[in-house]
Each structure stands twice: as C-alpha cells, then as structure tokens.
C-alpha cells in the first residue's frame, strides 16, 4: 500500500527532485512536447497542471506564484499571456502522455508528455528562440560595454623621469669607474 506517499521519488534527493520537476516543466511550456521516462512524466504532468491553472488566473498573485517554480519572467509572461488563456475553457487535462516503450540502453519505459492544445510549429520556434537569446543578448550587452572606447589618460611623465635617473646614475657609475 502506498499510504501517505504523495510523490514518486525518481531515486532523487528533494532538492534535485525539485530541480528535475522545474526544468521539466521549463522545457514543456518552451517546447510544448517533451521526451522523457514514464515515471518522470507522470510526476511532472501534476506539476505543470497547476501552473497552467494559476497561468488561467493570470493576477499577479499568480504570476508570482509561477515565479516561485519558473524563476524566468520572460517564460512566466509567456504562460500567462499565451498558454493559459488557451485552457481557459477546459477544468483540467491540460497535458497528455504517451507511452513509446522501452529503451534501448537501459529498458526504462519512455514516454511523450505534451500540452493537449499545441501551438503552431513556427510559434514554438519563436518562443525558444526568444527565452535563449536573453542569454545571448546579456552576454553581447557585455561586450559592447567592454567594446566602448575609454578616456584615454595622459601618460605620466614619471616614468620617463624614473628612466633618465636611472641612465644618470649609470653615466655616474661609468665615470666612477674610469677613473
């Protein structure tokens, strides 16, 4: 019996349990469509049925609840704006799961977990391509900062002076020496 267990446990500390669910979830309202093993499915699928319920509600309560399990606002306003208001008629059976078989590798069961209502191809496309350029334009943004010419600063004299010093004590020593 299985009395008082709420979740699979995937062989998983909490922490990386928790991880696991999340990017999971990330991947499935990136991608709408995601590969994985059966038990994992099955547990992410309960996860990601309550976030497209709070991404319906779409208040700011929400959107921060979603926060809390997607830390990616450019996502969270993408589930609300677009992923939740395409359930707004359905109660619930906002994912499916479909079973592949087993693996070569190692036998587990695979499955296909996906949103029951997919978007267009080309918006899928769109979506991906505008969660990782955030990544890519953090990175140019760097650069270019980088890339600014400074203000150049007057050299300093000292050095040079440090230079003659130095070639007058040699000539000094030169002469000591030669006589």
Known sequence: MRHGNKHRK????SEHRHALMRNQCRALFIFEKIKTTLPKAKETRQLAERLIQ????GDLSAKRHLFRFIPDHKLVKILCDDIGPRF????????RIYRLGPRLG????????ELTEQAKPD???????????RHVSESEDKKAKKGKPKKEKPAKEEKPKKEHKKEDKDKDKSKEKKK
Request: glycine share 12%; aromatic share 6%; net charge positive.
């Open 10 to 13: 995937l062989g998983r500390t």
């Open 54 to 57: 709070f991404a319906k509600q």
């Open 88 to 95: 707004a008629k359905r109660d619930g059976g906002y994912t």
């Open 106 to 113: 190692d036998g587990a069961e695979m499955a296909i977990l």
């Open 123 to 133: 918006e899928i496309d769109r979506r991906r391509k505008l969660i990782e350029r």
